[in-house]
């Protein structure tokens, strides 16, 4: 009950920012938040799966979230950036990125906290 609790609050934070869930097939444009010191990207994913039965016990259809990702990138300047993104899976919650990026040049970038590897031989998908 209380993974459902943080999971259906996950998607309505989503819901409310992201606005409603598009169609698999449609683009839709990633909200940009713009202030006079930063510019906010929040963006975020839901991996759902629909269960049917024939059981007589059990609910005909259900729909359930696998996982929810909520994300939201920030950058201050061309300099001064971060990210910050929450997964919420069943019962665990958990902060996959964390981090203050310093981007002094292309060939120099400096990640402050806990950051994936944005490029590398070993890339994540999901």
């Keep these: 009950a209380m993974h459902?609790?943080?999971v259906s609050r996950a998607v309505t934070i989503s819901l409310v920012l992201g606005g409603a869930l598009p169609a698999a097939s449609q683009q839709t444009p990633t909200p940009v938040l713009r202030t006079g010191a930063a510019e906010i990207t929040i963006s975020g994913r839901v991996h759902t799966q629909l269960?049917?039965?024939s059981v007589d016990t059990l609910p005909l259809q259900e729909m359930a979230l696998r996982r929810v990702r909520l994300?939201?990138?920030?950058?201050v300047n061309e300099v001064v950036g971060g990210k910050v993104q929450l997964e919420f899976i069943g019962g665990r919650n958990a902060v996959r990125d964390a981090y203050l990026s310093l981007d002094f040049d292309p060939a120099l970038r400096v990640l402050a906290g806990q950051a994936h590897?944005?490029?590398g031989v070993i890339?994540?998908?999901s």
Excluded: D, I, L, Y
């Design 51 to 53: 269960n049917t039965t």
């Design 71 to 75: 994300e939201a990138a920030v950058k």
């Design 4 to 6: 459902r609790t943080a």
């Design 123 to 125: 890339a994540q998908t």
């Design 117 to 119: 590897r944005p490029f």
